[in-house]
């Protein structure tokens, strides 16, 4: 079964702090990987999408890892600010050959920067 | 402006009177689909489109129906709203085509509709 794992499931960090949030899937075929921020009754906007023959995406101070053997994949957010707070959502594109097709969403990882 | 629509953005509803979410998007994308969102589930696709007349089920579809007469617009029916459909909805929209193994393209979401059914 396509499932899409995230965790930790909620984090709390300080202003300033680095925090790494993980993903494991286990879609088959895979086509591309997306990292999602969602602010709280917003729509998800996009901070990263991944093919199979990427290993890293940066985005600011966000930088996406991609370990397509292991079907792994990593958000890393350096320097955290209070505006990072929201949720972050690993989602899975299965392979339709050179059409989107079905996405596999991630619970999310809720985020929260103290100051 | 590019963007996607969704109308309206709140609405409280009985069970069994049919309602439509409307979704239009103005960036001449061929893909399109529909989310829910609820608490500790995450997002769930409920149904996409590939192009106009070319749907498919997503993740939940049961209780839903869909539509693509035209590329800008992807309606979603309640045709007998139960009260298990309450919940945060949001359209989607995306281009599609693109080169195995090159890359894909932005989804970008609607600003969502959060539904009540009693």
């Known amino acids: 079964k396509n499932q899409v794992e995230q965790s930790p499931q909620s984090l709390i960090i300080l202003e300033g702090k680095n925090c790494t949030l993980q993903?494991?899937?286990?879609?088959?075929?895979?086509?591309?990987l997306r990292w999602y921020k969602q602010d709280t009754g917003r729509g998800p906007v996009s901070l990263t999408i991944?093919?199979?023959?990427?290993n890293t995406k940066s985005n600011g101070r966000y930088t996406a890892t991609l370990d397509a053997d292991t079907k792994q994949s990593s958000l890393h957010i350096t320097a955290s600010q209070l505006s990072d707070s929201a949720s972050y959502i690993c989602v899975v594109s299965e392979d339709r050959g050179s059409t989107l097709g079905r996405l596999y969403f991630g619970r999310g990882t809720q985020l929260t920067v103290w100051p | 402006e590019a963007q996607v629509t969704q109308n309206p953005r709140y609405l409280i509803t009985v069970t069994g009177k049919k309602l439509t979410v409307t979704c239009s998007q103005n960036m001449n994308h061929e893909y399109m689909s529909w989310y829910r969102q609820d608490p500790g589930l995450g997002l769930r696709q409920i149904y996409y489109?590939?192009?106009?007349?070319?749907?498919d089920k997503g993740d939940v579809p049961e209780g839903y129906k869909v539509s693509r007469k035209e590329k800008r617009n992807f309606p979603l029916i309640l045709e007998s709203p139960s009260p298990n459909q309450t919940s945060l909805y949001f359209c989607?929209?995306?281009?599609?085509?693109?080169?195995?193994?090159?890359?894909?393209?932005?989804?970008?979401f609607g600003p969502g509709t959060r539904l009540t059914v009693t």
């Open positions: 489109s590939m192009n106009v007349e070319v749907t």
């Open positions: 991944m093919t199979f023959s990427e």
């Open positions: 989607a929209s995306s281009l599609s085509n693109f080169l195995r193994g090159q890359g894909s393209y932005e989804q970008y």
């Open positions: 993903c494991n899937y286990t879609v088959s075929p895979f086509s591309n």
